[in-house]
């Protein structure tokens, strides 16, 4: 099992250009999730899945859209952007059932000059 | 709103010598409470879940426990390998599994 699989692993990025950051795993988890961190605050929810067709915005959606077609795949798209979402985002997923926490990928850093 | 709060923000111990991290958090029903370890350049890595007031979880050099108010990640006879950052989670008991709240975590170095 690879688990949560991201690519890039870094990015640089004009402002106002858009990209796609993938996400893929190998476990059959149902709930698949993006979150960025940034210095001096916890991981925050950008948007959710809990399953294939199912997608839903979290905590800090604005600028950032999702799409899950598969189980497996999970990408994340900035529209147009900007310096603000310079940061490092994670993917990570989670079956439905057990008391296991989240599987994270290793990350991608993006910034946005 | 679910809040967590963790302390100290960094810990520079001596190998060997034990500690205890904490995470405070409020929410208004508890699901679980989660801790991670992170290393540098890494993604978070699963660690534990608690569920309920009194309860223990241990691995190796680190146990967790739960009160109703606080979790502490007690790390005894601490080595090298367990710098890391380490962070807690919450989940309330309404809405579904996404509906996690993360802490800033607590940086660990322990020196040899």
């Given at each position: 099992?690879?688990?949560?699989?991201?690519?890039?692993?870094?990015?640089?990025?004009?402002?106002?250009?858009?990209?796609t950051l993938q996400c893929?795993?190998?476990?059959?988890?149902?709930?698949?999730?993006?979150?960025?961190?940034?210095?001096?605050?916890?991981?925050?929810?950008?948007?959710?899945?809990?399953?294939?067709?199912?997608?839903?915005?979290?905590?800090?959606?604005?600028?950032?859209?999702?799409s899950?077609?598969?189980?497996?795949d999970f990408p994340l798209r900035?529209?147009?952007?900007?310096?603000?979402?310079?940061?490092?985002?994670?993917?990570?997923?989670?079956?439905?059932?057990?008391?296991?926490?989240?599987?994270?990928?290793?990350?991608?850093?993006?910034?946005?000059? | 709103?679910?809040?967590?709060?963790?302390?100290?923000?960094?810990?520079?111990?001596?190998?060997?010598?034990?500690?205890?991290?904490?995470?405070?958090?409020?929410?208004?029903?508890?699901?679980?409470?989660?801790?991670?370890?992170?290393?540098?350049?890494?993604?978070?890595?699963?660690?534990?879940?608690?569920?309920?007031?009194?309860?223990?979880?241990?691995?190796?050099?680190?146990?967790?426990?739960?009160?109703?108010?606080?979790?502490?990640?007690?790390?005894?006879?601490?080595?090298?390998?367990?710098?890391?950052?380490?962070?807690?989670?919450?989940?309330?008991?309404?809405?579904?599994?996404?509906?996690?709240?993360?802490?800033?975590?607590?940086?660990?170095?322990?020196?040899?």
């Amino acid at each position: 099992n690879a688990g949560v699989t991201q690519t890039p692993k870094f990015q640089v990025l004009k402002t106002g250009q858009s990209m796609t950051l993938q996400c893929a795993q190998d476990m059959n988890h149902e709930y698949m999730s993006w979150y960025r961190q940034d210095p001096g605050m916890g991981l925050r929810l950008i948007h959710y899945s809990v399953g294939a067709g199912i997608t839903d915005q979290g905590e800090v959606p604005n600028g950032y859209n999702v799409s899950r077609s598969t189980t497996e795949d999970f990408p994340l798209r900035l529209l147009s952007a900007a310096p603000s979402q310079t940061s490092v985002y994670f993917c990570a997923s989670k079956t439905g059932t057990g008391s296991y926490g989240y599987t994270f990928g290793s990350g991608t850093r993006l910034t946005v000059v | 709103e679910d809040q967590v709060t963790q302390s100290p923000e960094a810990l520079r111990l001596q190998e060997g010598e034990s500690s205890s991290l904490n995470c405070s958090y409020t929410v208004s029903g508890l699901r679980g409470l989660f801790w991670y370890r992170q290393d540098p350049g890494k993604g978070p890595e699963f660690l534990f879940t608690l569920y309920s007031a009194g309860e223990e979880k241990e691995k190796e050099r680190l146990k967790a426990t739960l009160t109703k108010k606080e979790s502490f990640l007690h790390i005894t006879a601490p080595k090298p390998e367990d710098s890391a950052t380490y962070l807690c989670a919450v989940q309330p008991d309404s809405g579904g599994y996404q509906k996690v709240t993360f802490g800033t975590g607590t940086k660990l170095q322990v020196i040899p």
